[in-house]
């Protein structure tokens, strides 16, 4: 079966310690809508998902970079081996785990899906955005469609039968896609007719499902301009009727695919909509107008998705790296380094390589607490909703501030760490015999797609820092503030969990600061210092979830006794959050003192001083 | 003809771990190690679902040992066995004490037919499903395998190898032997032992692992059954295999036949 050799790397130990040990899994699984849940099958489905990774998508990972997808009488060809890797990830249900038990799913808990997630966007990222794209379409349609809708897409679309898309980029409307152009003409029959063109749609066709449901942005005739005039429709590419059966095609054409520096086993599409002026669609929902809610929603999902994306590639070359630094010899031990005689070491022993080893350790894991944080906060609002509003509310607030920095920061760092780990293979590293240069290629796209970093960063400083009043906000630093008060005498990370006070209130001193530059005649200074914000804040997140999962793991520790196969790992985790906050969280202060320069020079200097 | 099949599911340490002797040099290190179901046992229990999906019936999955051994367990029921046995025993056996609960757990759950690994990967004794049909006077069908390769469309279709006769009375087996296949057919009830090229398992399918939470394991104990476990046989010694010499480097091509012919022997 396997045409490629598989080279992902997860450490199950390491998820199972954050979803259980650090977020509690058993505190939410098994009540409420998670009846019947718990670690124990939990920790199953996990290992049985990272089975299917290695065995079933991480051989194709390097076949897809390879090989490419190519359009052959005017259909996509997926690379040799994903039709049957889709049909096995389906049957084995993996995909269908947080799906609502009524449409074919279990109704699993988010953070386990966050996970599983991981672990197959990690073996194979661009294998895993046909079925991903699938699973947002299917959302939108579950939250806003009618319930026609839903019962003819939703099951059919999350068990694979039919796959899906999310058609929103138009060559003139990328970020700003408010300047969608995409028509939609209404029929008599209610029905709309729709004509237009959308670049760069993933998946926009592929020979995996039998069907594709494509979710198109366009402006129905006599809409307003802007975003207020959007809405969404529902397009397939074979015409269906209510009992799902296929009908004719629906005037849905590939121009052409995208050549590009990674994911290259993901077909980026240019797609052509009403080409012959034939192609029907209908509304998501009863009503016009309303693209862009539905949008969002489809959205944070897969931004969420996409920051997964990025913590699993960095975890794999994480992984790669290690493994390669124990086996390759080069150079003496540090301490002898003049000594031609003594024998040469595993680069695994000089300093810097073990530093750059730490660096991704701690980055790896503080980006995956991260993530599962996110997650365990959605389930414990779909735990509370209807019995504790308040709290409810809280956790919603949290998944919706928390996910700028998932997707941008995770993003951006998976792309700079996926470089250091070629730079630990050394010239192994450049080479296509290792995996680590397809998962730098791969990562690039993270920072971009699904809003670029600075449009995560406008997100969080233009809306989330001050949704709700600023409560979400206010809530997260106290969450912060609480667990210092706690753990600030602890005996071993006691030091650096005070660091965390530092950088706190320098962040907040820049977060208030922005208010007074919005209102002060300084509003460039604001999107200046967007993405220092973004990271300014992902960073204290981080600092502080390793120093949480720190303070857990020397408590797990404690009850071990000397010699036990897991103090190691425990140990680990103190390096890991000791390291970040030594490293890295002093960082945080050191941009609060750059934002308060107030420096203006980029919108200052002339379009002409640039270079003419 | 519905079939009533046995299979077994052995608890062995996962061939990803890494194995050490222990101080002793009688067993190994097993701090930190991981486990899994016997591969050989897996493609036992993949056959008898293929059995059972053409035929009709239902799948009864077998271990013995300490309680651990419901995770081998709950992976054969996740794959789709309908309900498991576990013979409770907590200290050291061997393949006789083994064989003999097997033969107990057969008397009272009267399959048709039990399908084991050939061998287990921890320590490749390879006896129990051999003493188990003397024991019970049933034949034997070992090593059984098939003609089409794993990449066959038959595989694909999970088509089972292991033949049923119309009249649901003997099976028809290929076994793998020195440089070829060998046909043989046998009345049921029967003893089959599974080859690595018999079939390729399936995965549990995760929505398998949730079932498999509500399906029953029945406890059974050797005491219970009559069964005398006591070790006959022990092992005295485990050596880990002779670790590789260090290559050496030969300046030129001349050396090299050279040593190849007067050290090595080789030309
Ligand atoms: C491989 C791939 C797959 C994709 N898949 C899909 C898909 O499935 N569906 C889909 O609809 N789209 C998809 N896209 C499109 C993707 O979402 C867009 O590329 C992205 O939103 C950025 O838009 P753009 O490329 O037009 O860049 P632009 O919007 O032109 O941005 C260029 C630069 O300008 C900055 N910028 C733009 N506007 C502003 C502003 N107002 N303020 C400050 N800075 C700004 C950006 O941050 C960026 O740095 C995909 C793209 C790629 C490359």
Redo the contacts with the bound molecule.
Sequence with gaps: MSVGINRYKADLRELCFVLFEQFGFSEYAGKGCYEGWDEATAKAILEETYRIAREVLGPLNSVGDREGCKVVDGRVKTPKGFADAWKQLFEAGVKQIAVRKEFGGQGGPYSLYALIEELTSGANTAFN?YPG?AWGAAEVIAEFGTEAQKKLFCQRMFTGQWGG?????????????GSAVTKAVKQADGRYKLSGT???????DHDLAENIVHLV?ARAEGAPAGTKGLSLFIVPRVRVDASGKLGELNDVQVASL?H?M??NG?A?CVMNFGESGECYGELVGAAENQGLPQMFRMMNGARIAVGIQGLAVTSSAYLNALEYAKDRKQGAPFKQWKDPSVPRVAILEHPDVRRMLLELKAHVEGIRALVVKLAVHRDHYHVLAGRDDDQAAYHQGQVDLLTPLVKAYASEEAWRLCGQAIQIFGGAGFLKDWPVEQYARDSK?FS????????QS?DLVGRKLGQSGGANFTAFIGDINGFVEANKSHPVLGKDVERLSGAAEAFMQVAMGLMGWAQGGKVELV?LNGNRVLTMMSQLSVAWLLLDAGVKAEAALSKLPAGHADRAFYEGKRYSAQWFARNVLPNVEHLAKLAMIEDASPVEISDAAFAS | MPLKILVTAKRVEDSESKIKVDAAGTGIVKEGLKYKINPFDEIGVEEALRLVAKHGGEVVVVSVGTKDVHEQLRHALAMGANKAVWVHHDGPIDQLGIAGCLQKVVEKEKPDLCILGKQAIDDDQGQVGQYLAEWLGWAQATFASKEESLESEAEKAKTPAIQLAADGKSITVIREVDGGLLTVSSPLPAVATTELRLNQPRYASLPGIMKAKSKPIEELTPAGLGVDVGVKLTVTKLAPPPARKAGIKVPDVATLVDKLKNEAKAL
């Design positions: 955005m794209l898309t999310m058609c929103l980029t138009e060559p003139n409307a990328g970020s700003d896609v959308k670049i760069f749609i993933s998946g926009g942005l995208e590009k990674g994911i993901s980026t796209i971009i797609y699904e809003g670029t970093t600075h449009i406008m999107p």
